[in-house]
């Protein structure tokens, strides 16, 4: 079962890549709004993205809780991706099921107390950080660990400050963090961008799609 339950959370990580480049972020379209097959779920991301980059990271969806229908349509994403994950993998793997639904809850309290707490999200999580306040909104996929990120080549980092002990994104003692670092950073690189964070304008999705709603 032990066995099982990390072969999830590894399932778990990559579907976390895959939802929120493609699904939440929406695929680029030449003179066309990006699409996404769940466009309600891209909206409220961009949302998202909007309110931390005027707010320090902070996003109030968390703080109004279930008032916000932000809040409430990524907690129904994730219980719909959990349920269907869980019931998929339970007949041949009870660990794999038990990870979806660990992966799910784990996700909502990282992401939730991310956007309550900064700071707290700058020191544990700032793969999460860079994502929203790099210049390049379009990278650093992973939230809960950088895994994917790496593996995809998508973990960009703005600043020292900005780059986790190692590529687990898991505390560990300095020599050991320090050697596995150097050991999956020979095959699988972070990239590093130069310029300072800077705001940048929404796509054109959300402009459209917050003037539909407004």
Known sequence: MLKGFIAGLAVANAFEWFAHKYVLHGVHRPGQPRYSPVPKSMESHWAHHREVRKQE????CYVEGLDSWRTRNELMSLAVAA?????????????????????AGNYYYVHR???LE?????????????????????????????????VMGTRVVSSADLKEDNPLGIKLP?????ALSHAIESV???KWVEQK???????????????SVA
């Open 83 to 103: 349920g269907v994950a869980s019931v998929v993998f339970y007949p041949f793997s009870k660990g794999m099921s038990l990870a979806a639904i660990y992966s």
């Open 57 to 60: 990271f902070s996003d109030d």
């Open 174 to 178: 300095a020599p050991i963090s320090k």
């Open 118 to 150: 900064p700071d707290w999200a700058r020191r544990t999580i700032p793969w999460h950080y860079d994502h929203h306040m790099n210049s390049n909104q379009d990278a650093n996929w992973c939230v809960t660990r950088p895994w994917f990120d790496y």
């Open 113 to 115: 107390r991310a956007h």
């Open 188 to 190: 699988f690189p972070a």
């Open 197 to 211: 964070p800077k705001l940048v304008k929404p796509p054109v999705v959300e402009q459209e799609q917050s003037a």
